[in-house]
Nanobody, 122 residues
Framework: QVQLVESGGGLVQAGGSLGLSCAASRSIFSINAMAWYRQAPGKQRELVAHITSGGRTDYADSVKGRFTISIDNAKSTVYLQMNSLKPEDTAVYYC????????????????WGQGTQVTVSS
């Protein structure tokens, strides 16, 4: 029903910056929130940053002051600007959309992107 297309991942040196984007392949009737998660090898997926459609944000302590999440409701797109990257930021990053696809949808559902690799070298 919807595909979340992620882009912007890649290889960067420690201290560098990278910007990620995630756009829905179709219009969304109602977005509650969007978020970025990441998963490193052998570790559980963790929340990196979260933003409501109204613009309220929350960040993992490990990225506060370095990462910035933003949302474009009209485009159903979420962004993650990552600055001062550290090797421990290396992971596959996944975006999440929480919302209703159509006005007839009775349940708010979560939709995941395919993931994009971010690798930070020492």
């Amino acid at each position: 029903q919807v595909q979340l297309v992620e882009s912007g991942g890649g290889l960067v040196q420690a201290g560098g910056s990278l910007g990620l984007s995630c756009a829905a392949s179709r219009s969304i009737f109602s977005i509650n929130a969007m978020a970025w998660y990441r998963q490193a090898p052998g570790k559980q997926r963790e929340l990196v940053a979260h933003i409501t459609s109204g613009g309220r944000t929350d960040y993992a302590d490990s990225v506060k002051g370095r990462f910035t999440i933003s949302i474009d409701n009209a485009k159903s797109t979420v962004y993650l600007q990552m600055n001062s990257l550290k090797p421990e930021d290396t992971a596959v990053y996944y975006c999440l959309l929480q919302g209703r696809l159509t006005s007839q949808a009775m349940i708010v559902q979560a939709y995941w992107g395919q993931g994009t690799q971010v690798t930070v070298s020492s």
